[in-house]
T-cell receptor, first 115, second 115 residues
Framework: GENVEQHPSTLSVQEGDSAVIKCTYSDSASNYFPWYKQELGKRPQLIIDIRSNVGEKKDQRIAVTLNKTAKHFSLHITETQPEDSAVYFC??????????????FGAGTRLTVKP | NAGVTQTPKFQVLKTGQSMTLQCAQD?????MYWYRQDPGMGLRLIYY???????DKGEVPNGYNVSRLNKREFSLRLESAAPSQTSVYFCASLVTKSSSNYGYTFGSGTRLTVV
């Protein structure tokens, strides 16, 4: 089955700096890679996702890159703000199957943005 | 449109007690899931239901049972609670569009403590 590793486990940056979180996956058949943001005491919420047919996707200050050959994908947050402070989870799955039961999550990265 | 609704939000059980966590979604999604979240371990799949009338085990099913009561509702039951089941539990449903997966919508979570 799929195994997803996420690094770093904690990340602290100054407001305005960039933050990068990296994930690797093991199953070469995985083709859907979502990222979730979870604020303290709240539910995880999907913030961006990428499929294996594209290498990069951007949405305002966040972007995700995918390297299928190396089986890793990364979340990039530019111009960080205190409200970006949260735990971020990456995940990987086969994507094309409607039940998506093969989705596996990374262990999470706690991002702290210091004012 | 409430999304995914979970009850209760908090629960304290004594070892050996039983309880049922309720989950309902109003988005007409076919697939529903139960995850548990433990510090440093990300989200682990307990059980899922690909469609009404079907359920299957995930990564960590031991000690749990589920019921897909109808398309809207998917409940998780702990028959004899153990301290190892102390965790935050999330229900989720899968967003699909044109036969492609678009990630989960999560409920607000249930914080369960077993003493």
């Amino acid at each position: 089955g799929e195994n997803v590793e996420q690094h770093p486990s904690t990340l602290s940056v100054q407001e305005g700096d960039s933050a990068v979180i990296k994930c690797t996956y093991s199953d070469s058949a995985s083709n859907y890679f979502p990222w979730y943001k979870q604020e303290l005491g709240k539910r995880p919420q999907l913030i961006i996702d990428i499929r294996s047919n594209v290498g990069e996707k951007k949405d305002q200050r966040i972007a995700v890159t995918l390297n299928k050959t190396a089986k890793h994908f990364s979340l990039h947050i530019t111009e960080t703000q205190p409200e970006d402070s949260a735990v971020y989870f990456c995940a990987a799955s086969g994507g094309s199957r409607l039940n998506n039961n093969d989705m596996r999550f990374g262990a999470g990265t706690r991002l702290t943005v210091k004012p | 449109n409430a999304g995914v609704t979970q009850t209760p939000k908090f629960q304290v059980l004594k070892t050996g007690q039983s309880m049922t966590l309720q989950c309902a979604q109003d988005m007409n999604h076919n697939s529903m899931y139960w995850y548990r979240q433990d510090p440093g371990m990300g989200l682990r799949l307990i059980y899922y239901s690909a469609s009404e009338g079907t359920t299957d085990k995930g990564e960590v099913p031991n000690g749990y049972n589920v019921s897909r009561l109808n398309k809207r509702e998917f409940s998780l039951r702990l028959e004899s609670a153990a301290p190892s089941q102390t965790s935050v539990y999330f229900c989720a449903s899968l967003v699909t569009k044109s036969s492609s997966n678009y990630g989960y919508t999560f409920g607000s979570g249930t914080r369960l403590t077993v003493v």
